[in-house]
């Protein structure tokens, strides 16, 4: 299993990419995106109708009326608002969130993804992923370099069933952040824990290097992560 | 204004048991469920459907099937043939039905199933999304391009009847809801024949503030007390 | 012109049709229908986002925010709802309103309607009235007879534009009232005052008399009428 | 619950004067105005647009172009080139335009107009109405039969820039409305790239209830404080 703390870290990296706006937070990783964030600037959406998802509430004040979209209780914030599964989704498509993060089983190095079936499985759930990935602004990807089996996730295609097509914007795991710019993956960021060398061989995808990249030091971010 | 506000308004909105309310719902009937999770959800109704009835045959249209719901329940007595939403994979029990041929699925991403809900109940039969283009989920659908973008066809969905839960109802049928509890119900509310509605509570007209009511009565046509709890 | 007293019979005639659930009046003739309609059981819609509308308030207690389809200051009643119009209009689209009643300039014997404009003349207004038409379960004609030129309205077929088309169910003038039956006009009611003959005379359709025919005397009905 | 609503909630929302609120507005732009009839115009943002800027060669869409109102005043000053909307026949003036070749008006059923505004902003870009099936108005659009009855393809519609008009805004931007002021307000402020407000009234944030908000702070970009009166 992979360490918690290299979760967080994926989650904190991730939550430097939104300083404001309304973000949808995905399951897994991504639902610890909200420990990381700015307080007070940046609003959470759940897909079932809440603008202005606030934390979890105490057990003693959890309300069954007030659930996230991962059904799990939550509490409101003083801006929030109510509506139905249909204005939550105009929301969605509609293109009015500044950003998604979500996770991934594969992401291809155009912007494919693929994140809710696997192939030979029954197709039983898809819920609101491919609403979320086809109508934010940003879809980041904040996951794991590799598979529990160490295969890579970032592919030059992905051979899973797709979510959507040449959405993704941002891929955030625990070595490296990649940007898909004009249709084409670019290395923008590389832990110095990690050689040039050895990151190519986790990667599926070919990539370059961005002008904008840099190197961080991986180690020292953690150090400070609850 | 004073004295209208004192007129005794009638409207086509039954007020009724659930025993009676379920007793309008024909059988093999194509049928919506209100609630996300286990928000939501008439809870007392599918219970008088289980219990005060005989119908079986369901096609359903629902978020999905959450165990320990009594549309779970219904579901485990074999009296739902199909079901319609976007995430079957909670129960296990659904995933083996599905994989022993008992039950059937279509299964929708969650904003067409709410846009095709609320569309239905609109008098729009068809219409495009982005979402699921490129996917499995748009094969066997026709797909066109929109400002160089590919866009999937939808059929919007209406059903013969909606069983939906909702806060509190006036004694026109008016409705309001509570919290992410609204999700669903109000757009199955608009695409029924018959719109039966589960709620906490009902008040006098005019406890109800205008600029309030999410469901105007117009696509209520039951109304039935459901327990007493917040969630029903 | 046409005698408000016959304008105010039409009305009167249509609200008979009109015993119980929602209905939205179009302008001219079938606004009047509002004061014969059963206290408190017909709910009018107004398409501006008004399900309830009330009666004319007193000057001094005029709203500029509350005004119907007509762009007349009005009131609600007690079961009143505001909504947009996307709402508004779904009720009508939807099938969801009981009935309209609307003027026209023609209707045709399979139940076309024109009410919106005139050949050779501007098309630049036609507001809710197809929404109407295309959706409400039943469409009632309220007009008179013919044109102030003394032309024909009702015809085996509509030369102006349609507003829709086979959507007519009923039509009421001062002389006669009209259904149309599996895309067949009959007539169902004709008053005393007018023989079967001039009757044919100023209707330009042909029509079949129905099993369920009646004659009235509208002399007394207007009797009663204010 | 208790800390969390003291929480101080900074969204992206600006408040501004209606000066700097329209120097944001591109010329030639694609606008939509909210109000149906008298009643939910932007007045003073639109007297803003006439006396503060030179824009010119706007396209609105709008349901219509009332007589005395600031949007029949920017018409009159030769700055709109083109109206999308429901109902010019009620200005002489408008009338006139269109006869002399000085406006191009493209005409849609109202509840068209409606759906148009609301799919736009949802990520929909087309739909099916029987609206006008069979009628002048859909010479030229595409229809097609489902399940026995004809539909009219309508397409969506977006603009660069919404001028609507609210009863109240919190301090995040999140608005309700008044009345039948509602009309088409709510559902411009989804469809445009950048949504303008004007407000009577701007209240803390907590003021307004979760349930009864109808234009979450997310359609919104800018609030500006209009009159004191009702009407704007």
């Known amino acids: ?226 | 204004m004073n004295d209208v506000r004192k007129e005794i308004i009638k409207t086509n909105v039954k007020f009724l048991s659930a025993e009676e309310a379920v007793s309008k719902i024909p059988n093999k009937a194509r049928m919506m469920v209100g609630g996300f999770g286990r928000t939501g959800i008439p809870e007392k109704l599918l219970e008088a459907v289980i219990e005060t009835t005989d119908l079986d045959g369901f096609t359903i249209i629902s978020n999905n099937i959450s165990e320990g719901s009594n549309l779970h329940h219904l579901f485990m007595g074999g009296r739902i043939k199909k079901a319609i939403g976007t995430y079957y994979t909670t129960s296990k029990e659904v995933v083996k039905a599905y994989r022993e041929n008992r039950i059937e699925i279509e299964l929708l991403p969650q904003g067409t199933l709410s846009e095709a809900l609320r569309l239905g109940g609109s008098g729009i039969p068809a219409f495009y999304t982005p979402t699921s283009a490129g996917t499995e989920l748009a094969n066997n659908k026709e797909s066109r391009v929109f400002n160089g973008r590919e866009y999937v066809l939808e059929e919007s969905l209406t059903a013969e009847v909606a069983l939906i839960k909702a806060y509190k109802a006036d004694k026109a049928g008016n409705l309001i809801y509570r919290k992410s509890a609204r999700n669903f119900n109000p757009l199955m509310a608009m695409a029924a024949d018959i719109t039966i509605v589960e709620v906490d509570e009902i008040v006098e007209v005019g406890k109800l503030d205008p600029e309030e009511i999410i469901t105007p009565f117009i696509f209520v046509d039951v109304v039935v007390k459901g327990g007493d709890t917040v969630n029903g």
Chains 1, 3 share one sequence.
């Open chain 1, 1 to 226: 299993m992979v360490d918690i703390s290299i979760k967080r870290y994926i989650a904190w990296r991730a939550a430097q990419e939104l300083q404001t706006g309304v973000v949808n937070l995905g399951i897994g990783i991504p639902t610890m995106v909200a420990d990381y964030l700015p307080r007070g600037k940046v609003t959470l959406h759940s897909e079932n109708g809440i603008l202005g998802v606030g934390p979890s509430p105490a057990p003693e004040e959890e309300d069954p009326d007030l659930i996230n979209a991962g059904k799990a209780p939550v509490t409101i914030q003083p801006h929030s608002s109510f509506f139905d599964s249909s204005l939550s989704f105009a929301m969605m498509r509609g293109g009015h969130l500044d950003a998604t993060v979500i996770g991934a089983l594969q992401v291809a190095q155009n912007g494919d993804i693929a994140s809710w079936a696997i192939p030979g499985k029954d197709v039983l759930g898809v819920g609101g992923a491919m609403d979320l990935v086809a109508g934010a602004k940003r879809v980041i990807v904040a996951t794991t370099h590799v598979t529990p089996k160490g295969e890579a996730k970032i592919l030059p295609k992905c051979t899973y069933p797709l979510t959507a097509t040449k959405r993704v914007d941002t891929i955030i795991t625990e070595y490296a952040v990649f940007k898909i710019r004009q249709g084409k993956l670019m290395l923008v960021e590389k832990i110095d824990e990690i050689s040039f060398e050895d990151l190519l061989t986790i990667t599926g995808a070919s990539y370059q290097i961005a002008e904008d990249f840099r190197t961080v030091v991986r180690e020292q971010a953690m150090l400070e992560l609850v």
